[in-house]
């Protein structure tokens, strides 16, 4: 219940005070939400800040370190780096593998998915079981020898199509997130194709996959993200054809010049060129992120 108190002040002109219980504790609550954002938003933008001003110094002001920003800007280094760092080339092998990895996944989760979802078949709950595992376990270097033995089997070790098999091996979060999708989907679609004839392949190519466009674009941004940002995989495979090395590799080499002087304002132009594609991929995906957000609040 609402409480007003009217008070005369010295004039005699009268003034209504407001106290209704739990004002001031809204107000607090308000107060701290926003200064916990503000505090996010300021430990995610300052990296990125402090990349894209130390891409714009020389060398001797990363090394010294006095301010934040670069007394003189220094675009050439953009120039040096993409020179140094062979970018034309390791951009598209970056490209290249996050394209197949982001297909190869999305394919392969959704037919999990899809299957795991519409049908019931023996080892079903083991399945899910070990997929949801393989989200929380992280094993890193544990299996790469193995990984890297089991390439060197197939003939794959010298070339980037083992890393692309094993990073779409790796798609347990795309599978539960396109198996959420796939609830949303009446399955009375499904019954209704094959009233008319269709078989469970075509139903799912052909009348599912369409309607799954705003999940794959989310999933699919976040298979190309982790396969762009992939760093040991295509150091390990690449070791003896540096042709190959993505672009993740290549900056890192831009740590030392050639005579062994640290170029941290080189490697900072190269990280925020690297930046570029991932910008554009979201702005490609950016309809199908409305598209969902949009869905979820309607429902």
């Known amino acids: 219940m609402n409480e007003s108190v009217i008070s005369k002040q010295p004039g005699g002109r009268p003034q209504t005070v407001d106290r209704t219980p739990g004002t001031a504790g809204r107000i607090v609550t308000r107060t701290l939400m926003w200064l916990f954002l503000l505090a996010t938003a300021v430990l995610t933008l300052f990296p990125l800040l402090m990349t894209l001003t130390g891409s714009l110094k020389t060398g001797a002001e990363m090394m010294t370190g006095g301010t934040l920003f670069p007394a003189k800007l220094q675009f050439n280094n953009y120039a040096e780096a993409w020179k140094q760092a062979n970018f034309a080339r ?23 998915a899809y299957v795991v979802d519409r049908r019931d078949f023996p080892g079903k709950r083991i ?8 989200m929380f376990i992280s094993v890193g270097a544990i299996v790469l020898r193995p990984q890297f033995d089991l390439m060197v089997a197939l003939h794959l070790n010298t070339t980037l199509w083992g890393v692309i098999l094993i990073l779409i091996s790796a798609h347990s979060s795309t599978f539960f997130m396109l198996q959420g999708f796939f609830k949303a989907i009446p399955r009375e679609l ?13 139903t799912f190519f052909r009348i599912i996959l369409p309607l799954l466009t705003p999940g794959l674009g989310v999933a699919g941004l976040f298979a190309f993200r982790h396969a762009w940002n992939e760093y040991i995989l295509p150091l390990v495979f690449t070791m003896t054809n540096p042709k190959l090395q993505t672009l993740t590799v290549g900056l890192a080499n831009l740590r030392y010049g050639s005579s062994a002087a640290m170029q941290i304002h ?8 690297s930046i570029l594609p991932m910008l554009l991929a979201y702005v490609l995906a950016n309809k199908t992120f409305i598209q ?4 979820s609040v309607k429902g």
């Open 90 to 112: 390791y951009t598209w092998n970056s490209a290249f593998m996050s394209v197949m990895v982001t297909v190869g996944t999305l394919l392969v989760a959704s037919m999990a």
């Open 127 to 134: 399945y899910v079981t070990v997929q949801a595992s393989m």
């Open 190 to 202: 499904d019954e209704a194709a094959m009233v008319d004839g269709s078989g469970f392949i075509r």
């Open 292 to 295: 969902v957000t949009a869905g």
């Open 266 to 273: 080189l490697m900072m132009a190269g990280a925020c060129l």
